[in-house]
């Protein structure tokens, strides 16, 4: 924690449509739902609500309660009436240097055509659509589409793989998939379409594929279940024009799996009313969107970030959104420098792992460009280290930039934490909690913790940003994340934290097993149950420690089946199989062969000793150890 502050220059607190955080933080607690009503008429809706919030069955919260409403009709519908029309809604740009790029207008077409593939192919209000792509125009097409129509898209990380997209779909219960050859990676064509046939082998649910050809690379169609997406676009039933379904305000718009604690990924819910409001009120207000900005959130589109701040948050806000499809440093380190400056980008936000990666390779790549057209910065998915911080704020920003530094989860929708364009800056800190939200460093009575000390962070109110449940498991979802605080009403996070003397927020990081991998949100059970899943693995840890790049590395401990001995050629091939059961992300860093592993009475791993050990720390608390 540190107490130097960075204080915005005087053109970004005269540019700044919020002068006065504080007032307006004091009025949004005080007349919370009178907040959010004032958000939400921001917004258009077919029919307006009867009551902002419904708290009578806590924690299932509802807002905006009786408005019929569709995140679609105001990501797009609304934009087609105005000048708007015309403006540009995506820049994609490859790997490569290919470009597409699709007007507010186009956007439309493209949607409806789509939106009526869908409904051809039977998909109905309420259904599940599972998503598995790279980061393409067609991602984005084919989850308004279903938003359209009123389906809802499970969108899986195109960087997951086999049993990772299996899982989500069978949990879905999806009919359809649409997914693509494959992209490009490092000059590298990457395969989805062989994962997703045999992921569809594994569960069988599937009956309709519908594939886009981006990559051009042979792949395995069968008929009758399989369809690429050009021959359908071009069929007259993919008339442009497709009304959009009126939806309930607490309707499913999406939902989104996450890890927790357990191997089973959680499939967050959330809807069109009060995601559409948080989404659009926080994206418009932490990072101060104004009408011509160049908007460019270089996450991926299968994360929450990509969801809520690559498209929603800003085709709601009709910002030109940025998109970029491959490594940020291929062919050279300046790759990101260079979609800067080529096109203008205003806003840049991304995670602290990329930044890292970028600085490696020194100043000397993006000072080549001309990044002035930059007038803010943000950063997301885990604590940014103040050296980071410094780095992304003087080389990149020029030291004009504030970084709006963004807390939040998959579980919130949108922004909890973060400060505003006019926020004296603290490098690490997410500063102040966001309107409408109370935020509390707590012990596990609930008490807040004194200042500078470490506690659990929670959120003592709803906001209508927040997951509705976890699909087909409520109770989960009451006892997961409500289930500590119940009586207070308070929302536990999983993270640690401090709040130091200025009441700034300092998020330490997970208290569960939830690994925060270069960003990427992952869960020590998964990775066990994938190895696990290997013939020569009878018993299995995930760890994360420290990686200078990735934040966090996974380190594994294996116990093999009786009688097989481990060697190197084993370590790799168990990596592999990790890769290949849930993704290149998780890949550990080491494989250890070990005879036994820490574990309770009870016969929980007890991961903190392991980790302990390998940093050659104090190991703690053994009294429950029964190795
Ligand atoms: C971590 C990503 C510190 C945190 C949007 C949280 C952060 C988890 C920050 C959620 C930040 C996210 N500072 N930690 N600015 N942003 N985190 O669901 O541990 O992928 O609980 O959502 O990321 O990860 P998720």
Not at 182 to 205: V, Y
Not at 454 to 468: C, D, F, S, T
Not at 580 to 608: C, N, Q, Y
Request: a negative charge.
């Amino acid at each position: 924690m540190t107490d130097k502050f960075y204080y915005p220059s005087d053109e970004v607190v005269t540019q700044a449509s919020i002068k006065d955080y504080d007032s307006l933080y004091q009025r949004s607690i005080c007349d919370r739902e009178g907040f959010w009503a004032e958000q939400a008429n921001e917004l258009g809706w077919y029919q307006p609500w009867t009551q902002v919030l419904d708290d009578s069955k806590p924690p299932f919260y509802k807002w905006f309660v009786g408005a019929k409403c569709n995140i679609v009709h105001n990501a797009i519908d609304r934009h087609l009436k105005s000048a708007t029309r015309n403006k540009l809604a995506i820049i994609w740009e490859s790997e490569r240097g290919a470009v597409r790029t699709f007007s507010y207008h186009a956007l439309n077409r493209e949607v409806c055509q789509f939106a009526n593939v869908l409904k051809s192919m039977g998909v109905r209000k309420g259904d599940i659509v599972t998503l598995y792509m790279p980061q393409i125009p067609e991602l984005v097409f084919a989850m308004l589409a279903c938003a359209k129509i009123g389906a809802a898209h499970s969108v899986v990380y195109g960087g997951f793989s086999t049993e990772a997209l299996a899982a989500r779909i069978e949990d879905a219960n999806s009919r359809v998939l649409v997914t693509a050859d494959g992209g490009f990676r490092r000059g590298k064509p990457t395969d989805l379409k062989t994962i997703a046939n045999e992921a569809m082998q594994r569960s069988p649910t599937i009956e309709v594929c519908i594939c886009v050809r981006n990559n051009g690379m042979d792949v395995v169609m069968e008929s009758e279940r399989d369809f690429w997406y050009h021959d359908l676009q071009a069929l007259p039933i993919a008339s442009p024009k497709c009304d959009t379904e009126m939806m309930d305000s607490e309707d499913m718009l999406f939902i989104l799996y996450t890890s927790g604690t357990t191997g089973k990924p959680k499939g967050l819910i959330h809807t069109h009313g009060g995601y559409s409001v948080y989404t659009s009120t926080t994206h418009r207000m932490a990072f101060d969107i104004k009408p011509d900005d160049r908007w460019w959130c270089a996450a991926d589109p299968g994360w929450i970030t990509g969801h809520s701040y690559m498209v929603y948050g800003p085709l709601i806000n009709a910002a030109t959104l940025v998109m970029y499809e491959g490594a940020p440093n291929y062919p050279y380190p300046n790759r990101w420098w260079q979609m800067v400056e080529k096109y203008g980008v205003n806003i840049l936000y991304t995670s602290p792992t990329a930044i890292r990666g970028l600085m490696r390779y020194g100043d000397r790549w993006p000072s080549r460009h001309d990044l002035t057209s930059l007038r803010l910065l943000g950063s997301v998915g885990e604590p940014i280290n103040p050296e980071a911080w410094r780095w992304f704020y003087e080389v990149i920003g020029g030291s004009r930039c504030p970084i709006i530094d963004t807390w939040w989860q998959t579980e919130t929708g949108g922004f909890m934490i973060c400060p505003l364009p006019i926020t004296p800056l603290k490098p690490g800190s997410a500063t102040k909690p966001f309107f409408g939200n109370e935020v509390g460093v707590v012990d596990d009575a609930g008490n807040e913790v004194p200042v500078g000390e470490e506690g659990k962070l929670v959120i003592k109110n709803p906001w209508p940003g927040m997951a509705r449940t976890i699909f087909k498991d409520d109770a989960r979802y009451a006892e997961l994340y409500w289930g500590d605080y119940q009586s207070k009403g308070y929302y536990k996070a999983g993270d640690s934290a401090k709040i130091d003397s200025d009441g700034y927020i300092w998020v330490i990081g997970r208290m569960d097993e939830v690994l925060k991998v270069s960003g990427y949100r992952l869960g020590t059970a998964e990775i066990e149950s994938a190895l696990v899943s290997h013939r020569a693995v009878s018993e299995a840890a995930a760890i994360g420690l420290p990686h200078e790049v990735k934040g966090n590395g996974i380190h594994t401990y294996v116990i093999l089946t009786t009688g097989l001995v481990g060697d190197k050629a084993l370590e790799s091939e168990l990596k592999e199989h990790v890769a290949h059961e849930l993704g290149r992300i998780a890949t550990p860093e080491t494989v250890h062969f070990v005879d036994s592993l820490p574990k309770t009475r009870s016969g929980k791993i007890m991961r903190r000793v392991l980790r302990a050990r390998a940093l050659g720390l104090p190991e703690g608390d053994l009294s429950t150890l029964e190795e």
